[in-house]
Antibody, heavy 121, light 107 residues
């Protein structure tokens, strides 16, 4: 069974750094693209970026390029989303999600449970 | 970037109603279109991929159609568990874009 388990909720202050994780199991981690999706309070879903763990090829939405860093560690089947300096506007739920098939042109069929990030002074 | 526009933004319906949601792409995406259901406190759920293929385990009352720039999600007979927000999503050339969402609420 494919599983994506995300790290727990975080409360941070503006300017702090943060790295959240998405631990996967039940499939070949290097072979499937994993994406990150943001949902701000009361808003819709936004695609942030996607990584291919096999070679760490990463694609970012123009809206998030330079704002976050997506990475993956094949040795522990885990993907990451990180910020170097958080802003209050980063307050949101963040989901990781795996593509349905081992090909780039696909939808997100498997999702993590979401990580709530709250940034407040 | 390809933009996705859903209509309506909110839809009020009764249990048993036939419901349709429209999604338009700013340029042709052939059939690279998915539909998701999202409930508060839960992860989004893939319903339809490649515009019209039903994801495994999804009830057959959900169906998708369309090609190019216009797509439709249909719920043939709305059930109580179907009240949620629905998103379309295009996936083209390693870029994904969601529509703004359609909230289906109780009339």
């Amino acid at each position: 069974e494919v599983q994506l388990v995300q790290s727990g909720a975080e409360v941070k202050k503006p300017g702090e750094s943060l790295k959240i994780s998405c631990e996967t199991s039940g499939y070949s981690f290097p072979s499937y693209w994993i994406g990150w999706v943001r949902q701000m309070p009361g808003k819709g879903l936004e695609w942030m970026g996607t990584i291919y763990p096999g070679d760490s090829d990463t694609k970012y939405s123009p809206s998030f390029q330079g704002q976050v860093t997506i990475s993956a560690d094949k040795s522990i089947n885990t993907a990451y989303l990180q910020w170097s300096s958080l802003k209050a506007s980063d307050t949101a739920i963040y989901y990781c999600a795996r593509l349905r098939i081992a090909a780039a042109g696909a939808s997100f069929a498997h999702w993590g449970q979401g990580t709530l990030v709250t940034v407040s002074s | 970037d390809i933009q996705m526009t859903q209509s309506p933004s909110t839809l009020s319906a009764f249990v048993g109603d036939r419901v349709t949601i429209t999604c338009r792409a700013s340029q042709s995406i052939t059939t690279w279109l998915a539909w998701y259901q999202h409930k508060p406190g839960e992860a989004p759920k893939l319903l339809i991929y490649r515009a019209s293929s039903l994801q495994s385990g999804v009830p057959s009352r959900f169906s998708g159609s369309g090609f190019g720039t216009e797509f439709i999600l249909t719920i043939s007979s709305l059930q109580p568990e179907d009240f949620a927000t629905y998103y379309c999503q295009q996936y083209d050339s390693l870029s994904w874009t969601f529509g703004q969402g359609t909230k289906v609420e109780v009339k």
